[in-house]
Nanobody, 113 residues
Framework: QVQFVESGGGLVQPGGSLRLSCAASGSISRIYAMAWYRQAPGQQREWVAT???????TYAAAVKGRFTISRDNAKNTVYLQMNSLKPEDTAVYYC???????WGQGTQVTVSS
């Protein structure tokens, strides 16, 4: 089973940007849909964005227009570019195959002044 390691989180001020990376232990080229999820304190994990082979991307309404998901199958890596960050974006961010429960450790994103 492919394992995922997320990185790139940190503390950022409102309005700032971060780029998250998700490195896979094996090939992701056969995985049709890769996704980012997030879990805020005391809340359930929620879907954020999906990148499908062929270039299609979809986003949750809360992040549409601010976040961009991309994938590099040659590098077995998925990215999440996050712009115009808001305090409500504070969460632990995870990536995995869409619909899978194969979770990594995640990376903490904190948006605060």
């Amino acid at each position: 089973q492919v394992q995922f390691v997320e990185s790139g989180g940190g503390l950022v001020q409102p309005g700032g940007s971060l780029r998250l990376s998700c490195a896979a232990s094996g090939s992701i080229s056969r995985i049709y849909a890769m996704a980012w999820y997030r879990q805020a304190p005391g809340q359930q994990r929620e879907w954020v964005a999906t990148s499908s082979n062929g270039g299609m991307t979809t986003y949750a309404a809360a992040v549409k227009g601010r976040f961009t998901i991309s994938r590099d199958n040659a590098k077995n890596t998925v990215y999440l570019q996050m712009n115009s960050l808001k305090p409500e974006d504070t969460a632990v961010y995870y990536c995995t195959e869409r619909g899978s429960d194969n979770w990594g450790q995640g990376t903490q994103v904190t948006v605060s002044s």
